[in-house]
């Protein structure tokens, strides 16, 4: 089956860095783009960051534009996702996506606190 197990998260100081994975099994993932979101407490969840199927096409929101990169090793079955300068608002739960046999994947999540 579809799994999708997300690490990295943590609690790190406004400006700091962190790097998250998220493992994939039980599928082809190198046919598949994938995804980031993140929901933070009281928000709808929103699409952070996708990647082409090998890597060349990525897309991200207006508001980490710059700040975070999307990156995936098609050997490991696996997506990263760097994330620099982080601010207080990045605060939330982060969660990988993909969406093979026309469903829709979820891990269960890793979570990701900015402060002081």
Known sequence: QVQLVESGGGL????GSLRLS????????SSYTMYWYRQAP???????ASISTLGRNTNYAA????RFTISRDNAKNTVYLQMNSLKPEDT???YCNARPYNT?????????????
Request: glycine letters at 16%.
């Open 12 to 15: 790190v100081q406004p400006g």
């Open 22 to 29: 998220c493992a994939a099994s039980g599928f082809t993932f």
């Open 42 to 48: 009281g928000k709808e969840r929103e699409l952070v």
């Open 63 to 66: 508001s980490v534009k710059g």
């Open 92 to 94: 939330a739960v982060y």
């Open 104 to 116: 829709n994947y979820w891990g269960q999540g890793t979570q990701v606190t900015v402060s002081s």
